[in-house]
Structures are given as structure tokens and as C-alpha cells.
């Protein structure tokens, strides 16, 4: 990329943020947690997760939603290691699995609530 930038900063501004951007694994894995944000059972079930530990059968009765769609929105929630399970006898029950997931949540919130 040898063209010139009509504004003049190219070479001076340009190279300093080039210098400091992240790797590009790591935006893609940043843009991968986004995704999965980007479903509205989702983020159902995060929130009501953050409200409190529940079971495959309680989530899908507050989402309206069939156990199994819940289950597979679980699997993919923990293999995004944003939920996290704990079994109790046969019933597992599941969490977010840290701050940080309420934290994504709550700055979407604020922003959309902007609007």
C-alpha cells in the first residue's frame, strides 16, 4: 500500500496505530464473542442468568422456548466460556462464568437504551 493520504497524517498517524492494533487472532476471537451475542435467545438466557442459576427446564420456561433449543444455545454459550454448569444429583444447573459477560451485556444494554 504505497498511496498517499490527501489529509497528510498517512505516514505519521497511520504508522503509529498500524504499530499498535492487536493481532488478528485476537480481533477475530473478539468479533467471535460478538456473534454470539448476536442472537436474542441468547441473550435471554444471559440475562436471565445473570438474575440467577437456573436448570435447562427453567430457562426454557422463562424464554418460551423447548429444551432442546435451550440445550443447544448452552452448548454454544459454554464453549464460548461465557456460561458455566454445576451438577446437583441428576439436574445441572447453570451460571455466567464471570463478571465480564455481565459486564458485555449491561454496556449493550446502556447503549441500546440510549436510543
Known amino acids: 500500500m504505497t498511496e498517499e493520504c490527501l489529509c497528510g497524517l ?17 480481533l477475530f476471537d473478539i468479533a ?23 436448570c435447562v427446564l427453567d430457562l426454557a420456561y422463562i424464554t418460551g422456548s423447548t429444551q432442546s433449543a435451550i440445550s443447544h444455545q448452552l452448548r454454544i454459550l459454554k464453549q464460548a466460556s461465557l456460561v ?25 444494554r446502556e447503549h441500546v437504551e440510549e436510543l
Do not use: Q
Open 10 to 26: 498517512h505516514n505519521k498517524l497511520a504508522k503509529k496505530v498500524k504499530a499498535k492494533m492487536l493481532d488478528d487472532d485476537i
Open 32 to 54: 467471535e464473542v460478538f456473534k454470539i451475542f448476536g442472537d436474542s435467545t441468547r441473550m435471554k438466557i444471559i440475562y436471565a442468568l445473570k438474575l440467577s442459576e437456573l
Open 84 to 108: 458455566k454448569s454445576r451438577k446437583d444429583g441428576k439436574v445441572v444447573f447453570y451460571s455466567l462464568k464471570d463478571e465480564h459477560v455481565i459486564k458485555l451485556f449491561e454496556i449493550g
